[in-house]
């Protein structure tokens, strides 16, 4: 079945504990990104991916890093979690660069920094 | 820097009306945009992609259409049932790497 996967589903953690949210699809999908979604302020997006080795900054990317070292997985790295990224995660994937395609989103990452 | 817009941010209509939400958007040099639906707590749930060439799509009951010159979009939901019920979100694709999505309208369909 082709999905976009994501670990773990929930997450409770304490400030400054480094965290990796992982991301995987088995659609053969260039390009791939992390989002956050807060109420009221919607999807922001906070690192793409255009292919393997290469990434870049949405919107929103303080305090997050990510790597694209295979093409199906692209970790979301929380070096130093603080409560301000406490939020709802999603992970998208597209078969190209150029948004010619739809996306395909994960389930979702609950993440509670304390 | 292109705003996506969604009003209204809540609905309640009762079953079986046809109902349209809509999006607008800031900056009409686009190249797609898409709606979702999100059921609480959960993920997105793609509905309905139109390409920019594109001025409308039909799935079921559902009908988007796309007008770039005037920065708008329409979610039309035929004979609305209770199961509709969910969150609504427009993504517009701005650029070659850039989405920007709507904060969503919220729509309940009342038995």
């Known amino acids: 079945e082709a999905q976009v996967t994501q670990n773990p589903r929930y997450l409770i953690t304490v400030t400054g504990k480094k965290l990796t949210v992982t991301c995987s699809q088995n659609?053969?999908?260039?390009?791939m990104s992390w989002y956050r979604q807060d109420p009221g302020l919607g999807l922001r997006q906070i690192y793409y991916?255009?292919?393997?080795?290469?990434?870049d900054k949405g919107d929103v990317p303080e305090g997050y890093k990510v790597s694209r070292k295979e093409k199906r997985n692209f970790p979301l790295i929380l070096e130093s979690p603080s409560p301000n990224q406490t939020s709802l995660y999603f992970c998208?994937?597209?078969?190209?660069?150029?948004?010619?395609?739809?996306?395909?989103f994960g389930p979702g990452t609950r993440l509670t920094v304390t | 820097k292109q705003e996506v817009t969604q009003i209204p941010a809540a609905l309640s209509v009762p079953e079986g009306e046809n109902l349209v939400l809509n999006c607008s958007f800031t900056?009409?040099?686009?190249?797609?945009l898409q709606w979702f639906r999100q059921d609480p707590g959960k993920g997105l749930t793609s509905l309905l992609l139109?390409?920019?060439?594109?001025r409308e799509q039909t799935s079921g009951r559902l009908n988007a259409s796309l007008d770039k010159s005037s920065g708008r979009s329409t979610l039309y939901i035929a004979a609305s049932q209770p199961g509709d019920s969910a969150t609504y979100l427009c993504?517009?694709?701005?650029?070659?790497?850039?989405?920007?999505f709507g904060s969503g309208t919220r729509l309940s369909i009342r038995p």
């Open positions: 998208a994937s597209t078969p190209r660069t150029g948004l010619e395609y739809e996306q395909y």
């Open positions: 659609m053969n999908h260039e390009y």
């Open positions: 991916s255009m292919n393997v080795e290469v990434t």
């Open positions: 900056d009409s040099a686009i190249y797609n």
């Open positions: 139109i390409q920019s060439s594109q």
């Open positions: 993504a517009v694709y701005s650029s070659a790497s850039k989405i920007i």
